[in-house]
């Protein structure tokens, strides 16, 4: 995936262009550096997006690429673990980034906390891209994966929608077909994640059968629990935290300090970052 030189606001560092063109040059302009490599399959995904945006934003911020294996003493400074990993950089400092590859839709909330979109965005893209629903994008992958069905971006894109949709259960055969070669990329560990944590709703009654537990006996802590795990699958994450924030403040050590493993949990699939430091830092003031 080489860069492609017609793209003003994207280029390739490496050890000697870094220290001018990455670090001075956030100084000016907010640089994004990709951490990617030939053999990654959510790379072939993420990097012609982030390539897509960088033209639409008009150079409100620059694309910096970097080959991991071409360049393992940068990857190293940053403490890269997987990729792709996205690594935002204003005014010479770190200020945010992520692991994995997100949708397009996410990858413009990410940067619209940071950076000002200019007013010529291709605007009829951006909303077909806010309109599509996680069913309808669950139909126009599975139509693209029966085409080629051994590409494993397609099937964790397939799977993203399902969690999207509230049915991590049907991401299992999806994640059980990718190959072992990215078997440790973070977006398979989330995913992986994800539906270990949603396994345990199987033999769980459903939302009305729980709520009624809950008002029979405000201290029902396993039905608050599981009623939480239905609000987080079922796109409510904030009301699933609120409950097990309620949890861990009313009764700590319940069931071996449940509540708190949830929370941790939680925070590790959130892509919504302004929400993860929100609640980390209430569950913070309880614990500490």
């Not at 993420?46 to 910096?64: C, D, I, N, S, T």
């Not at 906390?113 to 806010?130: D, L, V």
């Not at 991401?171 to 078997?183: F, G, N, T, W």
Request: aromatic share 6%; proline share 5%.
């Amino acid at each position: 995936m080489s860069t492609d030189l017609s793209a003003p606001h994207v280029f390739d560092v490496n050890q000697e262009n870094f220290e001018s063109d990455v670090v001075q040059g956030s100084l000016s302009t907010p640089i994004l550096i990709d951490f990617w490599a030939t053999w990654c399959e959510p790379c072939k995904t993420l990097g012609p997006m982030l390539e897509k945006l960088a033209a639409q934003y008009q150079g409100a911020f620059r694309l910096a690429k970097i080959d991991v294996d071409q360049n393992g003493e940068l990857a190293g400074m940053f403490g890269i673990r997987s990729i792709p990993t996205v690594v935002l950089l204003k005014n010479g400092e770190i200020a945010d980034g992520f692991s994995g590859a997100l949708t397009e839709g996410q990858l413009r909330e990410f940067l619209d906390k940071h950076i000002e979109a200019p007013s010529a965005q291709e605007p009829a893209a951006e909303e077909e891209t806010a309109e599509e629903s996680p069913a309808a994008a669950i139909r126009r992958l599975q139509s693209a994966l029966a085409a080629e069905p051994e590409r494993s971006d397609l099937k964790l894109d397939l799977a993203e929608a399902l969690l999207d949709e509230g049915r991590p259960a049907d991401m299992k055969p999806l994640l059980e077909s990718l190959p072992a070669d990215i078997a440790e990329d973070a977006r398979v560990l989330r995913l992986r994640a994800a539906l270990e944590f949603s396994q345990e709703l199987t033999a769980s009654p459903d939302d009305a059968a729980l709520a009624q537990q809950i008002a029979d006996d405000e201290q029902d802590w396993a039905a608050r629990d599981q009623l939480a795990l239905r609000h987080f699958f079922g796109g409510q994450a904030e009301t699933a935290l609120q409950s097990w924030l309620l949890i861990l403040q009313h009764a700590r050590d319940w069931n071996d300090g449940q509540a708190r493993q949830r929370l941790l949990k939680a925070f590790s699939l959130l892509q919504d970052l302004d929400l993860v430091g929100r609640y980390r830092r209430r569950m913070a003031s309880l614990l500490f």
